[in-house]
DNA sequence: GATCGCATCGTACGACGTACGAGTCAATTG
DNA sequence: CAATTGACTCGTACGTCGTACGATGCGATC
């Protein structure tokens, strides 16, 4: 832990390498990659969750022996965040709207942001443990000339940011841990019923039944943006 | 995995014993108790973090054999829960406001909610993978019944109320995750080097420097409650 | 004293992350 | 051509983890 930074080996960082077009598959399994690992670490994820990836699953999906893998990558870690910022990757709007939506452009980007974590359940669990990769500072990035230039002032755009930010977060998160919970349907029936005597307004309001997820996203959404303070 | 059900032996669950008052002590050391396994795992949480927590050094910390404490807990994610939930108990506010100060009573429980979690900060990357525990209810319940008498209607209350829990959720980790980052102060700095060129709306505003971060969760919890829709 | 439940713990097993060094093979150099 | 290099692969091994299993101790009851 203290020699950390003694890792003078380059190993691998860029794959420019000139492309083997002739080379003579080796069995029919194309060469080991970063790429190819990262897709199949997300596929691995995807299938049987963060408990499920290991590094020699991976390798055997892969095609390859566990230690080959760490030619590519520093460790297990790494894995998941290249995983993690490979899924957030936003690409923007596909039609230019009109220029003037800043409503319609915050949203399309947050909704996009929230159904990326939601296909791949794993990475709302994965964020809250790991650094900010390039593509989640593109979307600040982008929520932030969006807001500032709809008039949001200096004195508030980082509480703004934050806010949508902190919202999309915490919503997304909450609701993939909802799918986790709904796996075991036992466990989740019984505290059901034990509901009705100990927390009757949650009950009564079926806070914990209505799955209209996303429709309680777009509101609570539309009251955040509504409270949003304007020049 | 699939006779998970067939766990027929009923070992401990609540601790209703007749104290043993007049038990000479053996060697100086308290008996075993899931309350003692609980709150050690919190103190060993707290020094070592979510990976710094094994069976093993629990044991050692409470002065027993690995194995003796799989009597008192089902199994190690079982001493995630616990530990989490207990983390998270809410006793509401100490003197009685005025019953009508809706807002303060929110504020106050969602500030208090914020702050225990962050006093923990393993507690906000544990969450996203656990069950709502019992003190998680209950601050829900309370969230509930507050907006019901303070004027939301009832098609826009579960809105209201998963909008300010997702904001306190995602506002929480992400503060926590920062203090994680800022763990490795070397790859912090290169990383802002590398921001102001890429991101420079992110580097003028300062969103990553500024560090009240008290300020900006409770502005941006203003801008929320001022979108509530009231009767 | 014999029996029985509660509670503790030593040993052992399989799975994990990964350090280490030997192996392969194409490109480069003489 | 042979020798060397460097990119890449992988088998073995070590230490650590969660925990299944069965032996053990002990106070209470018969």
């Known amino acids: 832990m203290a020699n950390k930074s003694g890792r003078a080996t380059g190993k691998r960082s860029q794959r420019t390498r000139s492309p083997p077009p002739s080379a003579q598959e080796r069995g029919g ?5 970063l790429g190819r690992i990262v897709v ?3 596929e691995l994820l995807d299938a049987e969750g963060v408990n499920g990836l290991t590094m020699r699953k991976l390798a055997d999906r892969v095609g390859s022996g566990a230690m080959s893998l760490y030619w590519h990558v520093d460790n ?3 894995v998941f965040d290249l995983a993690l910022d490979t899924v957030l ?3 923007g709007p596909q039609q230019k709207a009109e220029p003037q939506d800043w409503r319609g452009e915050v949203l399309h980007m947050l909704e996009d942001w929230r159904a ?3 296909r791949h359940p794993w990475s709302a ?3 809250p443990r790991r650094a900010l990769g390039p593509n989640i500072l593109n979307r600040l990035e982008l929520l932030s000339k969006t807001l500032s230039a709809a008039g949001v002032g200096d004195a508030d755009l980082n509480a703004a940011i934050w806010s949508l930010w ?3 977060m915490g919503a997304t998160i909450t609701r993939a841990s ?7 349907r036992a466990a989740a029936q019984q505290r059901l019923t034990s509901l009705s005597e100990r927390y009757p307004t949650i009950e009564s309001s079926h806070l914990l039944l209505d799955d209209d997820w996303d429709g309680a996203f777009r509101k609570g959404l539309g009251f955040l943006l509504d409270g949003l303070p304007l020049r």
Do not use: G, H
């Not at 399994?29 to 990659?33: F, G, K, R, V, W």
């Open 29 to 33: 399994e194309q060469p080991l990659s």
């Open 40 to 42: 199949t670490a997300i």
């Open 76 to 78: 297990k870690e790494a």
């Open 89 to 91: 990757e936003y690409r």
């Open 116 to 118: 990326s974590m939601l």
């Open 125 to 127: 669990s994965l964020l």
């Open 166 to 168: 902190n919202y999309v």
């Open 178 to 184: 909802f799918d986790f919970l709904d796996a075991d």
